[in-house]
């Protein structure tokens, strides 16, 4: 059922119980009123007439009394007879003229009309005088003053419930409004605003749907947003995902053009040089001087050919596997930085993927080249081991510490780091450790697998 009904149907019988209430008090007013004019016109009537009708008897006799009556004619609310000793109707009052012909409804009459037992009167010749109430007139008086009670209270009853439903139906008239912007709100159309409500409340309720729906269109446009944002940002991981893997190929390409082209090259560059320099100094020592010159060139040119490679790629990955590429790796930078220990503890599943190894590889590889490049320790300790789910790879060094300006942008290599191991699934973590110098954590799930 709607509000508007619903208060309608509360207004209508709360106004027709008051009329209800006010027409029984009314009738109830009005019976103990009739009830006491009955009894007491009654008891004047009884004691006047009955006194009067007396000293008519005992003066002239029945005929005088009989006269007197019939010159009294009608006594109001009294019903008088005069009977004879045989029983024979002498006298009745006559009809009333007051509002003749018309009768109140008889459950009204009984519900006013008191019980006032007849007075009989005996006259001399045995004669009796019977003198009865009759409050017909009464009765009728009080159901006309009640119809139009009645009449009146129904007729205020149909005015007050006009107003009132116009009244309801007025101050209900925002609320379709509302609900048809809610509905719409609902439908998608976060653009939707109500227009200004007649009537305090519902102008309040307006502002506040205007201000809920401007705040959930902005959350709605934030969400978009972030989800826009978090679309582009998984599509560059994407593409950043691709560009590695094409970085890879080409340095895995590259560090075989150097292995077995530029490796072979130089190495026949050093070859006859060697050759030219051990001819030539028997006929021309300073032909001699620049093969050798040449020679030497060459030996380092093919060193740091060597020493380039595994930073393009490690090719011992495909052949050695990771445990013997990691190995050749801290042996390699021991024989190149004798003053500082480099130690390699391994506990390696069996089975990686290729992904995983190429990412512990680069997490090993960028941490002793950082410690050792710039913070000058005296110790570089790599552990790779298997826990749980994944492999955790830790690089320790004594030394300096991270600068304070470390996290700052531009610091590219720990970066596309941080990126690789991010597209595994893992974590990678930057910090000083408790007794000094840097430590470098990589948590990587085996879960993972290449893309």
Same mark, same amino acid.
């Given at each position: 059922?709607?509000?508007?009904?619903?208060?309608?149907?509360?207004?209508?019988?709360?106004?027709?119980?008051?009329?209800? +209430?006010?027409?029984?008090?009314?009738?109830?007013?009005?019976?103990?009123?009739?009830?006491?004019?009955?009894?007491?016109?009654?008891?004047?009537?009884?004691?006047?007439?009955?006194?009067?009708?007396?000293?008519?008897?005992?003066?002239?006799?029945?005929?005088?009394?009989?006269?007197?009556?019939?010159?009294?004619?009608?006594?109001?609310?009294?019903?008088?007879?005069?009977?004879?000793?045989?029983?024979?109707?002498?006298?009745?009052?006559?009809?009333?003229?007051?509002?003749?012909?018309?009768?109140?409804?008889?459950?009204?009459?009984?519900?006013?009309?008191?019980?006032?037992?007849?007075?009989?009167?005996?006259?001399?010749?045995?004669?009796?005088?019977?003198?009865?109430?009759?409050?017909?007139?009464?009765?009728?008086?009080?159901?006309?003053?009640?119809?139009?009670?009645?009449?009146?209270?129904?007729?205020?009853?149909?005015?007050?419930?006009?107003?009132?439903?116009?009244?309801?139906?007025?101050?209900?008239?925002?609320?379709?409004?509302?609900?048809?912007?809610?509905?719409?709100?609902?439908?998608?159309?976060?653009?939707?605003?109500?227009?200004?409500?007649?009537?305090?409340?519902?102008?309040?309720?307006?502002?506040?749907?205007?201000?809920?729906?401007?705040?959930?269109?902005?959350?709605?446009?934030?969400?978009?947003?972030?989800?826009?944002?978090?679309?582009?940002?998984?599509?560059?991981?994407?593409?950043?995902?691709?560009?590695?893997?094409?970085?890879?190929?080409?340095?895995?390409?590259?560090?075989?053009?150097?292995?077995?082209?530029?490796?072979?090259?130089?190495?026949?560059?050093?070859?006859?040089?060697?050759?030219?320099?051990?001819?030539?100094?028997?006929?021309?020592?300073?032909?001699?001087?620049?093969?050798?010159?040449?020679?030497?060139?060459?030996?380092?040119?093919?060193?740091?050919?060597?020493?380039?490679?595994?930073?393009?790629?490690?090719?011992?990955?495909?052949?050695?596997?990771?445990?013997?590429?990691?190995?050749?790796?801290?042996?390699?930078?021991?024989?190149?930085?004798?003053?500082?220990?480099?130690?390699?503890?391994?506990?390696?599943?069996?089975?990686?993927?290729?992904?995983?190894?190429?990412?512990?590889?680069?997490?090993?590889?960028?941490?002793?080249?950082?410690?050792?490049?710039?913070?000058?320790?005296?110790?570089?300790?790599?552990?790779?081991?298997?826990?749980?789910?994944?492999?955790?790879?830790?690089?320790?060094?004594?030394?300096?510490?991270?600068?304070?300006?470390?996290?700052?942008?531009?610091?590219?290599?720990?970066?596309?780091?941080?990126?690789? +191991?991010?597209?595994?699934?893992?974590?990678?973590?930057?910090?000083?450790?408790?007794?000094?110098?840097?430590?470098?954590?990589?948590?990587?799930?085996?879960?993972?697998?290449?893309?």
């Amino acid at each position: 059922m709607r509000l508007r009904t619903r208060l309608n149907l509360v207004v209508t019988g709360l106004s027709a119980a008051f009329v209800a +209430v006010l027409i029984v008090a009314e009738i109830q007013s009005t019976r103990a009123s009739v009830r006491e004019e009955i009894e007491a016109a009654n008891r004047v009537a009884s004691q006047l007439l009955g006194q009067l009708a007396s000293v008519y008897s005992t003066v002239g006799g029945p005929n005088l009394v009989l006269q007197f009556l019939q010159q009294l004619g009608r006594v109001r609310a009294n019903e008088v007879t005069l009977w004879s000793p045989a029983g024979e109707l002498l006298y009745r009052s006559p009809q009333a003229t007051y509002k003749s012909g018309r009768e109140a409804p008889v459950w009204f009459a009984h519900l006013l009309a008191p019980q006032v037992p007849k007075v009989i009167f005996p006259l001399r010749g045995g004669v009796r005088l019977v003198i009865e109430a009759q409050p017909s007139r009464s009765v009728l008086d009080a159901w006309d003053d009640i119809t139009r009670l009645a009449s009146l209270g129904v007729g205020m009853l149909i005015v007050v419930n006009a107003l009132a439903f116009w009244s309801i139906a007025r101050a209900l008239k925002p609320f379709p409004i509302i609900a048809d912007g809610l509905e719409r709100i609902q439908q998608g159309e976060l653009t939707y605003r109500l227009p200004p409500l007649a009537g305090h409340e519902a102008s309040t309720i307006g502002s506040a749907f205007n201000r809920m729906a401007q705040a959930v269109e902005d959350k709605v446009q934030a969400e978009r947003h972030a989800r826009d944002a978090e679309a582009r940002l998984e599509e560059r991981r994407e593409m950043a995902s691709l560009a590695d893997q094409r970085v890879e190929e080409e340095r895995r390409l590259i560090a075989h053009e150097l292995h077995d082209e530029f490796g072979q090259s130089v190495t026949a560059i050093r070859s006859l040089a060697l050759a030219i320099a051990t001819q030539g100094g028997t006929r021309d020592a300073a032909t001699g001087e620049v093969a050798r010159l040449i020679s030497d060139e060459a030996a380092r040119l093919y060193d740091a050919m060597h020493g380039l490679i595994p930073r393009l790629a490690p090719l011992s990955l495909d052949t050695l596997g990771l445990t013997a590429t990691l190995e050749n790796l801290a042996r390699d930078w021991q024989r190149r930085h004798t003053a500082v220990a480099v130690t390699l503890h391994h506990d390696l599943p069996p089975d990686l993927s290729p992904s995983i190894t190429l990412a512990i590889y680069r997490v090993v590889q960028e941490g002793v080249i950082n410690a050792l490049r710039h913070a000058n320790p005296s110790r570089v300790d790599v552990e790779v081991r298997s826990e749980p789910g994944g492999i955790r790879v830790t690089v320790a060094d004594d030394g300096a510490g991270l600068p304070e300006d470390w996290s700052k942008p531009g610091h590219f290599g720990l970066r596309g780091l941080t990126e690789r +191991v991010t597209q595994l699934g893992g974590t990678l973590s930057i910090g000083n450790g408790a007794a000094g110098g840097a430590r470098l954590t990589a948590d990587i799930p085996l879960l993972a697998v290449s893309a």
